[in-house]
């Protein structure tokens, strides 16, 4: 199936080292997001990449956090120097078109804990 | 900034109880998205809706987009254990604003349904 796939799906880490996330959209499809997910809790939007356009990248919680899309395809969400609080689930989703009515298919996470 | 207040945050009912869950905002949206979210995947959408007074069903789920499209709900007849799940709601902002393309997610109502 050609669903959105994410790596690694668990990753633990120790305070103060760096991580990175992967993201493999759906093919074709030209907007890609990443969320945070705390236990239970709704999605909080981190970064936001539509065709060739600038990234919104108005959810970044700080500086430590960063994402780039190469090719259009496949985006790394870094994290420098983590953070305990920085434990969550890294949801990745990629969208059509970014129209109202396309949807937008989520990878299964990527589950970050950090000691 | 946009807001999804999403309620109950959490429901346990017996097998054939009827239940509903609210999401309400003072923003309005161009649409509103449910999605539910099984442990250790990522949410998968249930509707879309974008006309303000639409209702929509799906099978014993019925979906309604307020008249000013601040609101929505779910509403679930009869509800089965396999029901059982976190639900989620997103509104994605509209059209020349700056949370256009984004979507923004409720806290979330985990669902439990006993047999």
């Known amino acids: 199936g050609a669903g959105v796939s994410q790596s690694p799906s668990n990753k633990v880490t120790e305070k103060g080292k760096d991580v990175e996330l992967r993201c493999d959209p759906i093919?074709?499809?030209?907007?890609l997001y990443w969320y945070r997910q705390s236990l239970g809790q709704g999605l909080e939007f981190l970064i936001y990449?539509?065709?060739?356009?600038?990234?919104?990248k108005s959810g970044l919680p700080s500086d430590r956090f960063s994402a780039e899309r190469t090719g259009g395809s496949v985006s790394t969400l870094t994290i420098q120097r983590t953070q305990q609080e920085d434990s969550a689930v890294y949801l990745c989703?990629?969208?059509?078109?970014?129209?109202?009515?396309?949807?937008?298919?989520f990878g299964p996470g990527t589950r970050l804990t950090v000691l | 900034t946009q807001l999804l207040e999403q309620s109950p945050q959490f429901l346990s009912i017996q097998e054939g109880e009827n239940l509903t869950v609210y999401c309400n905002s003072s923003?309005?949206?161009?649409?509103l998205q449910w999605y539910r979210q099984e442990p250790g995947e990522g949410p998968v959408l249930l509707v879309t809706?974008?006309?303000?007074?639409e209702v929509k069903k799906l099978k014993r789920l019925t979906f309604q987009f307020g008249d000013a499209r601040k609101d929505s709900s779910l509403h679930i007849t009869a509800a089965q254990p396999g029901d059982t799940g976190l639900y989620l709601c997103?509104?994605?902002?509209?059209?020349?604003?700056?949370?256009?393309?984004?979507?923004?997610f409720g806290q979330g109502t985990i669902l439990t349904v006993h047999p």
């Open positions: 093919s074709g499809h030209t907007a």
């Open positions: 923003s309005v949206f161009s649409s």
């Open positions: 809706v974008v006309t303000g007074g």
């Open positions: 989703a990629s969208r059509g078109s970014g129209g109202r009515t396309d949807t937008q298919y």
């Open positions: 997103a509104g994605e902002g509209e059209a020349g604003g700056t949370s256009y393309g984004k979507l923004t």
């Open positions: 990449f539509q065709g060739n356009s600038a990234p919104d």
